[in-house]
């Protein structure tokens, strides 16, 4: 594919860094990574992040933290992790946990959260020379026409249209981004995924909205302005587009991360089928069970790719 010509050609011996494509960057004395509370003159970036070959991103901080917690473990790294700290603890826009080589991170809800992340968190990866990091957003989402808690694994990443495309603002021109992820990574983890009992999972396209309400077509907002036939058919269309979910950041996650030479991938979990229900009534139990579901896939994952059977 087009994708893995463009990462050959930037490879260096056999060696796939993180590059920026900004020919600004390299000529700054200083790089603050504001958000993150990190910086190039601050922090010797290279040796705190130079080993990273898996990030993992999802929305809630907290559920990051456990991630990381929970990756403490399945590492069979040495104590319980409990003293485990925020490398952005010096700013609550996001957090940030190292065990070992994967970093977990939170992104925040939606597209301009997660954006400003990747900026920074793109930047710190080729500040500290990593290469070869494999980044997984896990996360949740709405099912179409699927059963609550399976696992989604993207193809594709499209928007309301159902076009494979995000359209990034720049200036006040309107510039069209390609939302394609690494397949054969998505192969991998659907492999993985048949290797857990009682884990269903399935690969398909996932719809990235900018509003969780009237975006995904809800009829339990502050506003709604059309009738429950028009959410359902516009649902149906997208089912039959290929669309197997909804969620609110995979279409710039896809975009920025396959223009910077990280291989990207999309695990989601779904809390409800939008063909039956807009509210989350799950209980807490519940709630927590499918949201580990993406988790366990990735440790899995991990796991096997570091050679830990
Ligand atoms: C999934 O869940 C969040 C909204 O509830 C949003 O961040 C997303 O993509
Ligand atoms: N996250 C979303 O973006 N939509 C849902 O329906 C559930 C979680």
Same mark, same amino acid.
């Given at each position: 594919s087009s994708r893995s010509m463009r990462r050959d050609k930037n490879a260096y011996n056999g060696k796939r860094f993180v590059h920026?494509?900004?020919?600004?960057l390299d000529a700054m004395e200083e790089d603050i990574l504001y958000h993150l509370d990190l910086g190039t003159k601050t922090h010797n970036l290279p040796a705190m992040f130079g080993d990273v070959k898996f990030v993992c991103v999802g929305g809630s901080a907290k559920r990051m933290k456990a991630f990381a917690l929970f990756m403490h473990k399945e590492l069979g790294l040495e104590g319980g992790g409990e003293d485990i700290e925020d490398i952005c603890a010096g700013t609550d826009r996001y957090c940030m946990f190292k065990t070992g080589p994967v970093l977990s991170i939170s992104h925040g809800m939606g597209i301009p959260s997660i954006s400003i992340m990747l900026h920074e968190l793109i930047k710190l990866l080729h500040h500290a020379r990593c290469c070869d990091v494999t980044i997984i957003r896990i996360g949740t989402s709405g099912g179409i026409g699927i059963a609550p808690g399976s696992v989604v694994i993207t193809d594709t990443a499209v928007d309301? $249209? $159902?076009?494979?495309q995000f359209e990034q603002v720049i200036l006040d021109n309107v510039v069209t981004r390609n939302t394609e992820l690494d397949k054969e990574l998505t192969e991998e983890l659907f492999t993985c995924s048949k290797e857990i009992p009682n884990f269903p999972t399935l690969i398909g396209h996932t719809m990235c909205t900018y509003d969780f309400y009237e975006g995904q077509g809800r !009829?339990?907002?502050? !506003?709604c302005t059309f009738s429950r036939e028009k959410k359902l058919d516009y649902l149906k269309r997208a089912y039959k587009a290929g669309v197997r979910n909804i969620e609110m950041e995979s279409t710039v996650f896809a975009a920025m991360c396959g223009l910077c030479g990280l291989k990207a991938a999309v695990v989601c979990v779904t809390l409800l089928d939008r063909l039956d229900s807009d509210q989350i009534n799950l209980s807490h139990d519940v709630l927590v069970e499918y949201q580990q579901r993406p988790q366990l896939l990735i440790a899995k994952f991990i796991r096997k790719q570091l050679g830990l059977r």
């Open positions: 920026v494509k900004n020919p600004y309301s $249209f $159902f076009k494979p !009829l339990d907002g502050a !506003l």
